[in-house]
């Protein structure tokens, strides 16, 4: 991601990228943002949300890992919540967590309908055995197939012959139904 883009977003969600200053020793987060800059608007909507979160519950969501594989985006997180800044039941904690879960699959989701280039609408596209989501246009330049994963075109001359109808036969369970008789001990 470009320098000043991910700068933003570590100004912005201070909290959430407080690992940004650790060593390679401690964190992954030591590499940046390894996703081009078409996601930014993906993971800022992410970490808006994560940060609404933090601000209605007091868990904080830290960002451990923030990388583009297999086309798609991961975001790796933690979470840490000091006990003295929760603001909900540690029984609520759980739904919580799920929640903050949820937004960050979406935005995973999210990830591969959107050029990681330009942040247009794209498809999860191949060159070779790499994958990158990719709108039409980034894919030309840069020598991808376009949406190749969905596999949806590609005319594949396989004629099936005439569409064999059978009629799924009912078996008709003729058997009659077994009466336990009741054994009713008096
Ligand atoms: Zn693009």
């Given at each position: 991601m470009k320098e000043e883009l991910q700068k933003k977003l570590y100004e912005k969600y201070t909290r959430i990228f407080?690992?940004?200053?650790?060593?390679m020793s401690q964190t992954c987060m030591c590499w940046g943002i390894e996703t081009d800059s078409g996601w930014y608007d993906l993971i800022d909507t992410l970490c808006s949300q994560l940060d609404a979160i933090h601000k209605l519950t007091g868990i904080v969501t830290v960002a451990i890992q923030v990388k583009e594989k297999f086309g798609t985006l991961r975001f790796y997180t933690t979470s840490d919540s000091d006990e003295g800044e929760l603001k909900i039941d540690q029984e609520d904690l759980k739904v919580w967590w799920g929640i903050a879960d949820a937004c960050i699959g979406e935005a995973e989701d999210q990830s591969a309908q959107t050029c990681e280039v330009c942040g247009e609408y794209g498809k999860l596209c191949s060159k070779g055995g790499w994958y990158q989501t990719l709108c039409k246009e980034h894919a030309k330049e840069n020598g991808y197939n376009y949406g190749t994963k969905d596999s949806q075109e590609e005319t594949s001359p396989t004629d099936s012959p005439a569409a064999s109808s059978e009629a799924s036969p009912e078996e008709g369970d003729a058997e009659g139904e077994e009466v336990e008789s009741s054994s009713s001990a008096g």
């Amino acid at each position: 991601m470009k320098e000043e883009l991910q700068k933003k977003l570590y100004e912005k969600y201070t909290r959430i990228f407080e690992q940004r200053t650790l060593p390679m020793s401690q964190t992954c987060m030591c590499w940046g943002i390894e996703t081009d800059s078409g996601w930014y608007d993906l993971i800022d909507t992410l970490c808006s949300q994560l940060d609404a979160i933090h601000k209605l519950t007091g868990i904080v969501t830290v960002a451990i890992q923030v990388k583009e594989k297999f086309g798609t985006l991961r975001f790796y997180t933690t979470s840490d919540s000091d006990e003295g800044e929760l603001k909900i039941d540690q029984e609520d904690l759980k739904v919580w967590w799920g929640i903050a879960d949820a937004c960050i699959g979406e935005a995973e989701d999210q990830s591969a309908q959107t050029c990681e280039v330009c942040g247009e609408y794209g498809k999860l596209c191949s060159k070779g055995g790499w994958y990158q989501t990719l709108c039409k246009e980034h894919a030309k330049e840069n020598g991808y197939n376009y949406g190749t994963k969905d596999s949806q075109e590609e005319t594949s001359p396989t004629d099936s012959p005439a569409a064999s109808s059978e009629a799924s036969p009912e078996e008709g369970d003729a058997e009659g139904e077994e009466v336990e008789s009741s054994s009713s001990a008096g």
